[in-house]
């Protein structure tokens, strides 16, 4: 069996607390520092936090997040999910994840994305009206940093460079960065043509069908005369000790989430048939852990991937039961997963 890694990602999203309360954003911040210190001692083997720049989300600034959780841990590979790269500057986004791999022993990672909300980029002075341009140049940027060799590059969302050496170098003398996809074909051959690994954000539907993807990254690489790289999904779930446990105490959570985000975006509500036909055959991977082990494996091998990773955490749940679906995930999930790969 090819070796798959398994994962962890979190938005910081807003949790309640026992009196039913959304939790301050500082308290959602501590305790998603403690997710991940549990998760590297039950041996996760990546931990991911989203960027994102709204009510409901903590986490603004995930390199400082992840920074404190490489002072708690030993082994487990530190990123994001995603950073908003199109909102941001390429070279302090490479200082900054060159300074958490110094601090992490070399166990940064970046996932490069253009962002599925859209807030940073009001915030952050820049057009959405020029969103392909401003990846595209700054995915090209990118990949220069990455190789830690001075840099010349000209383009039209920032300033150029000329031989200009950017600080710290790394000790492996490259940060591992992956590139987030969430359907476009066009983001996958950009992926290939760079040369990084591809991350594919599956949220809805089934996740066979986005195999097809997959087999275009492969070409592409090919077609660029590039080494073959990974493949990671990144899906919701979640895990309590039965089926039924797991389905009632995320539906709340999940019909007000979706149906805020769907609201923004003109979608429909998000209906009780919906959410259980996407837990029996889509993108969700929610219920007992033999069941979203066998799901996981599912999507494994259905779609050809060497890393899952598992977005655990969804609208308020409370910090009590994320904890208790990371425990779950790292102890019977990942082993029976094993297992089943392995058969």
Do not use: C
Not at 67 to 94: F, M, N
Not at 182 to 195: D, H, I
């Amino acid at each position: 069996m090819t070796r798959v890694e398994f994962g962890l990602d979190t938005f910081g999203d807003v949790t309640a607390g026992p009196d039913g309360l959304p939790l301050p954003y500082a308290q959602v911040i501590r305790n998603v520092v403690e997710q991940a210190v549990l998760a590297d001692e039950i041996g996760v083997d990546a931990f991911g936090l989203g960027e994102h720049h709204r009510d409901d989300y903590a986490v603004s600034a995930p390199e400082i997040v992840l920074a404190a959780i490489a002072s708690r841990t030993r082994r487990i590979k530190l990123g994001t999910a995603v950073t908003v790269l199109s909102s941001d500057d390429p070279v302090r986004v490479y200082e900054r994840f060159a300074t958490l791999a110094a601090l992490s022993n070399g166990r940064a990672e970046i996932t490069l994305g253009r962002g599925s909300f859209t807030e940073s980029f009001p915030l952050f002075g820049y057009d959405l009206g020029d969103y392909e341009q401003l990846f595209a140049e700054k995915a090209d940027l990118m990949a220069e940093l990455l190789t830690e060799r001075a840099v010349t590059w000209q383009g039209t969302v920032r300033a150029p460079l000329s031989a200009q050496e950017v600080y710290p170098k790394t000790e492996a003398g490259r940060i591992p960065a992956w590139i987030g996809v969430g359907g476009s074909p066009e983001s996958v051959v950009r992926a290939a043509q760079y040369g990084f690994p591809l991350v594919l954000a599956i949220i809805g539907g089934e996740p066979a069908r986005f195999a097809p993807y997959v087999d275009l990254f492969h070409r592409a690489l090919e077609r660029f005369d590039r080494e073959k790289l990974p493949v990671a999904v990144h899906a919701p779930g979640f895990i309590a000790g039965t089926d039924e446990q797991a389905v009632e105490t995320l539906w709340p959570q999940a019909r007000k989430a979706m149906t805020r985000i769907g609201a923004e975006r003109g979608w429909p509500p998000l209906t009780r048939e919906r959410f259980e036909a996407d837990i029996a055959e889509g993108a969700w991977h929610v219920g007992s852990p033999q069941t979203v082990a066998a799901k996981i494996a599912r999507t494994v091998q259905s779609v050809g991937i060497q890393r899952f990773d598992l977005k655990y955490s969804v609208g308020t749940l409370p910090h009590e039961d994320l904890m208790t679906a990371i425990h779950l995930y790292g102890t019977e999930v990942i082993p029976r997963v094993k297992e089943l790969l392995g058969s």
